[in-house]
């Protein structure tokens, strides 16, 4: 934060102008944050509206930040409750070429007093001194969003009331870039039309946003908020379920609502956290994990009433199996993962176990260099930002070794300016991931990778000194 004020105050903040899929921006913003509401007891959620383009130009990294900054401030005021993020756009009149994105980020939190509202988007501004004690921060994440979304050509507001939670949300005026539709965001294409599924969970919030997503695709909806509603509605009703979207403590009951005419060919989805394990509840039952996607929330429907038809040039936005890497690596080939926070190790092991990698791991600067002086790597992922001696300055002395064969150097980092990846370049790095990356970020990054080496057949045994 501190870095990136700096940037702002001396006029040197860059914006890049790129397509931005929206979707995307928003539900990473998300993820990333889910764990940290999940351990509070937050039921987080998010909506983006269906007249949202897929896609506009602007600069998806800032906006992450600004987005990320906004509900990670929304996690830590509060405690227990919601936490409700979403994104509409309108078209102005006179500029019919330009939409205006407006997100909004809405808690149970502990609000804020009147007296402090106005200086809340002040650089180093925090309610008071114990607010500072009891939550922590720079007090310069507001800020910095302010600057951010006024450069986007938009505005940052907040309401609030104490004790009763606060709403800040910003529009942004972007032009709509070329985009396909994926099938979920296609009523006419929808293959769930009047089917019907029953909803049964304790929070509005989450009835509300299922059905707001089932009705966008025509299907029949019935919620219910307890055990007890839904036995008497089930009682009812003539008519049969093709689905019940239940939550993980009430799939037993769900279980024996199937027993009953009206649900008898329902088949059953559960809903879990991101802390449950990724397994099926039962015998038989899919989960889906919160908070809800709706591109995984309508291939898993389409999946558990019929398949979805085969498409060409099907989207990227559609739920895809997970296919292997089509690439072929050297003999003995070696990986270094560069990382110090214990949890983002976790995640780049896993993606590189999903594509066959098995790499070794330094928690900072100092002792990937000395890694990588015992016995050479073939791929080093640095992060950039570590303790004891940074990815940059590592990068530098392991690029003035010339004694040894030189790795390829992917840097991982959350800086995503077009400064920040030419200061990656500069040192000597080959290639650049923005965090959090996905599974499809690595597997881009290593095709490169693996475009700039020898194949298997060429490569000696052992450590590649070609970059």
Not at 33 to 41: I, M, N, Q, T
Not at 128 to 153: E, N, P, Q, W
Not at 374 to 385: G, H, S, W
């Amino acid at each position: 934060d501190i870095l990136d004020f700096s940037k702002i105050e001396a006029g040197e903040l860059i914006l890049e102008r790129a397509p931005v899929r929206l979707r995307e921006c928003l539900e990473q913003s998300v993820e990333v944050l889910a764990l940290a509401a999940v351990e509070k007891g937050i039921e987080l959620a998010f909506r983006v509206d269906t007249d949202v383009p897929v896609a506009v130009h602007g600069d998806a990294a800032r906006l992450r930040q600004i987005l990320h900054n906004l509900i990670g401030n929304a996690v830590k005021f509060t405690s227990g409750g919601e936490v409700f993020v979403t994104m509409s756009c309108t078209v102005p009149d006179d500029r019919s070429e330009q939409v205006e994105i407006e997100c909004s980020v809405r808690d149970t939190g502990i609000g804020i007093e009147p007296e402090a509202i106005g200086g809340i988007f002040e650089a180093f501004s925090q309610q008071d001194t114990s607010t500072t004690r009891r939550f922590g921060g720079t007090g310069l994440g507001l800020s910095i969003c302010r600057h951010l979304v006024r450069a986007m050509g938009g505005e940052i507001r907040v309401r609030s009331e104490p004790g009763a939670g606060s709403t800040f949300s910003f529009t942004i005026g972007s032009p709509i870039a070329s985009h396909p539709r994926p099938r979920y965001l296609e009523p006419e294409r929808s293959e769930l039309a009047g089917r019907r599924v029953l909803i049964l969970h304790e929070l509005a919030i989450c009835r509300d946003l299922l059905r707001y997503h089932l009705d966008s695709w025509a299907v029949r909806v019935e919620t219910v908020a307890s055990e007890e509603e839904a036995t008497e509605l089930v009682a009812s009703l003539q008519d049969t379920f093709d689905c019940i979207i239940v939550e993980r403590s009430d799939a037993a009951f769900a279980a024996e609502l199937q027993a009953r005419p009206a649900c008898a060919r329902a088949a059953m989805i559960t809903l879990t956290s991101i802390v449950d394990q990724p397994q099926t509840v039962g015998d038989a039952s899919p989960c889906l994990t919160k908070p809800i996607a709706p591109a995984r929330l309508y291939a898993l429907l389409a999946k558990v009433l019929g398949p979805v038809k085969e498409e060409s040039g099907q989207q990227p936005d559609e739920a895809q199996p997970e296919t292997e890497l089509p690439l072929r690596f050297p003999r003995n080939f070696r990986v270094l993962l560069a990382e110090d926070n214990l949890i983002n190790q976790t995640v780049a092991e896993a993606s590189l176990e999903k594509l066959g990698i098995q790499a070794e791991t330094a928690v900072n600067g100092a002792e990937a260099i000395a890694a990588q002086s015992r016995r050479p790597y073939d791929l080093i992922l640095m992060d950039v930002q570590m303790p004891e001696l940074d990815g940059l300055e590592a990068t530098r002395r392991i690029r003035s070794d010339t004694s040894v064969p030189q790795p390829y150097i992917i840097a991982v980092t959350a800086n995503a300016t077009i400064q920040d990846r030419e200061q990656c370049m500069a040192t000597g790095m080959d290639d650049y991931i923005r965090k959090p990356f996905r599974l499809e970020d690595l597997r881009h990054s290593l095709g490169r990778f693996a475009a700039n080496r020898p194949p298997v057949s060429e490569a000696a045994p052992g450590p590649s000194g070609s970059r």
